[in-house]
């Protein structure tokens, strides 16, 4: 720890900054956790490029502690956990002396943990690491918090065009206070610079500090380029109530954006931001100029929970029967209100406040059955058909899923209109008679029974095992379909085999206590709704089956996507590159054409099509390093 000696090269932390460093730290942890546990992540990169001494001192003269310092120890203990990735920190700041006293401060270096210190420009120092964001599966997170409201956009492009996260300080405060009385050349360029606009288009800002952070955020949304982008950005206050700056998280990763949400709201004492409200938020307050009632007021600068809550009233007026997990998507793509985290006490305020009856019927099912199924009346949980029994359950095949697959179902529901190649195959062997048979799946009765046979004498032979080949593991509204699903992977993985899953249904959370060597996939040719219902009409929802792949990339297991059979423009006309960027998380993405359709084959130029989807689908792929496989076929001369 630094000594007295040091003391001119320690800045006072005024408590609204302690705040952006609690913020940060708590963050990066479960960021960093989260990250570490997916297995195609192969490391971090943290960089603060203006990190200052790394010590403080408070209101009371007592020593503490900064972002590098906390942030360090925070990567060190993680990088501990996994022994064989690797983090790379990069501190820097323009004051060698400062960035001395750091190098005293910070945990030493470890076989896969390692900090590198400089002093130099923060631009050039960017501009140096910014060639090096294509190392494969390298996640970073960069920190800009500049000495006074000066940002360098071109040095921070490359961040935005990477997979990463980008988090910005845009001191507000200072063009607020000062822009009316700029006199030198170098503070107007600043101001340009910063906001990319010249000098005398800012001037009318003048004091309106949603003016400069809406100009910041039209910069950032111009920066990223195409790229699906989540940017939520919160306010701090000092004692006197004044804004001072914003703490701008930008992410293509909607797992970091709720997170983000989330961390803030739990740093502020569940409020979106640090601004003293002297405890008059949600105070009665007679609306003069509407009903006349008696309403809450809100802060539109310090939101509370309740403010959720009536802006989720107010979006949902007029309804009602509306499914939670409806509303906790609005909250997800909100830019402030966090979902994740404050569920009970959303839920709560819905029944104290406003007399919501909340339950079976729009509540998410807690159990494991149903985690991801709504009891909505457009789900019915349904009973199979009946049972049969089999003589045997493994068996080989050639598909790239898995040399072995086990079919425990005959039949399935989801009614697809591709064709059913699964179908065709069951009719042309005498095994099914019509369709409208076909969709009403029965149950292999001995399938464990089967596979504590088979698997002693093939367990050598199995490099994994596909569920399932000609139906569906996890067909949509079949409890007992999915029961025994789970069974026969907990009895595979206990052999040491692993498996491979495909599902149009719901993808149960509880896999994610399974075995770690397991791959999750789903099938997603589309985002359109209307379609699915056309093509697809038993499957789940596509946004259904997207959240619950998320939800088990998130908790660390490997995830897929099979895109396929992909639809020519005369079925529906689509964006590729969206549904790409939707999946873009999974580890491994499969595209494949639609074979089999007289619909398909009569669209002129077929081929070219499909030629080119799949170049887009491998550049794709290459660029952001997802294993991919072209079915055959798709691709020809």
């Avoid at 910070?106 to 923060?122: L, Q």
Wanted: net charge neutral; charged share 25%.
């Amino acid at each position: 720890m630094a000594s007295s000696n040091n003391n001119e090269l320690i800045s006072r932390a005024s408590l609204h900054t302690q705040k952006k460093f609690e913020l940060i730290e708590k963050y990066i942890m479960p960021w960093a956790q989260k990250l570490m546990n997916n297995r195609s992540c192969k490391g971090l990169v943290f960089i603060d490029c203006m990190c200052n001494s790394g010590l403080y001192h408070d209101d009371n003269g007592e020593l503490i502690e900064g972002t590098p310092i906390r942030v360090a120890r925070v990567l060190r203990n993680i990088a501990g956990q996994y022994p064989d990735k690797r983090v790379l920190l990069y501190f820097n700041d323009l004051d060698a002396a400062k960035t001395a006293l750091l190098h005293e401060n910070v945990p030493k270096d470890t076989p896969n943990f390692h900090i590198e210190i400089t002093s130099k420009d923060a631009s050039e120092l960017l501009k140096a690491i910014s060639p090096k964001l294509d190392r494969p599966n390298l996640h970073y997170f960069l920190l800009y918090d500049p000495y006074d409201a000066d940002i360098d956009w071109e040095a921070l492009l490359p961040f935005f065009r990477h997979w990463g996260e980008v988090m910005i300080n845009h001191m507000v405060s200072d063009p607020v206070r000062a822009i009316s009385q700029v006199k030198k050349e170098s503070t107007m360029q600043k101001y340009e610079g910063t906001y990319m606009a010249d000098f005398e288009k800012l001037v009318p800002f003048g004091s309106d500090k949603a003016a400069y952070e809406k100009r910041v955020l039209q910069i950032i949304n111009a920066l990223k380029g195409q790229r699906r982008y989540y940017v939520a950005a919160y306010p701090f206050y000092n004692t006197q109530n004044s804004q001072v700056y914003s703490l701008i998280h930008c992410t293509s990763n909607s797992v970091g954006f709720e997170l983000y949400k989330k961390t803030a709201w739990q740093t502020f004492g569940d409020h979106s931001s640090n601004k003293n409200t002297h405890g008059h938020e949600n105070q009665l307050m007679l609306d003069l100029e509407g009903s006349g009632t008696i309403t809450t007021q809100t802060d539109e600068s310090c939101f509370t929970v309740l403010d959720i809550v009536k802006y989720i009233q107010y979006r949902f007026k007029g309804k009602r029967d509306v499914p939670l997990e409806e509303v906790y998507r609005l909250l997800e793509s909100h830019p402030i209100f966090p979902a994740d985290g404050y569920r009970s006490q959303i839920k709560n305020y819905l029944r104290s406040d406003f007399g919501a009856e909340i339950n079976s019927r729009i509540l998410l099912q807690e159990n494991e059955k149903h985690t991801y199924h709504s009891r909505k009346e457009r789900l019915i949980m349904s009973d199979v058909a009946g049972y049969v029994q089999r003589k045997t359950m493994l068996y080989q095949t050639g598909v790239e899923y898995g040399d072995y697959t086990m079919n425990f179902v005959q039949g399935c529901s989801h009614g697809c209109k591709f064709p059913c190649y699964a179908f065709m195959m069951k009719k042309r062997f005498g095994q099914i008679k019509s369709y409208e048979e076909w969709c009403h799946p029965y149950l292999v009765s001995n399938t464990l029974e089967l596979l504590d046979k088979e698997i002693p004498r093939l367990k050598s032979r199995i490099k994994s095992v596909q569920l399932c080949f000609s139906t569906d593991p996890f067909m949509y509204g079949y409890p007992e379909i999915e029961a025994m699903a789970l069974a026969s992977i907990r009895k595979l993985n206990a052999a040491g085999i692993k498996c491979t899953v495909l599902t149009k249904g719901i993808l149960p959370a509880s896999l994610a206590q399974l075995s770690l060597d397991n791959e999750y996939g789903i099938t997603l040719i589309s985002l359109d709704e209307e379609y699915r219902k056309r093509m697809e009409p038993g499957a789940a929802p596509y946004h259904e089956r997207l959240a619950a792949l998320r939800a088990l990339h998130d908790a660390g297991c490997r995830t897929w996507v099979s895109i396929e059979p992909y639809p020519t423009p005369n079925l529906i006309k689509q964006s590729l590159a969206e549904l790409l960027n939707v999946v873009g998380f999974v580890d491994k993405i499969i595209f494949g054409r639609t074979n089999y359709s007289k619909e398909v084959t009569a669209y002129a130029g077929h081929k070219d099509f499909y030629n080119k989807t799949a170049a887009e689908v491998i550049q794709y792929c290459e660029h952001r390093h997802i294993e991919y496989h072209i079915k055959d076929g798709t691709i020809t001369d």
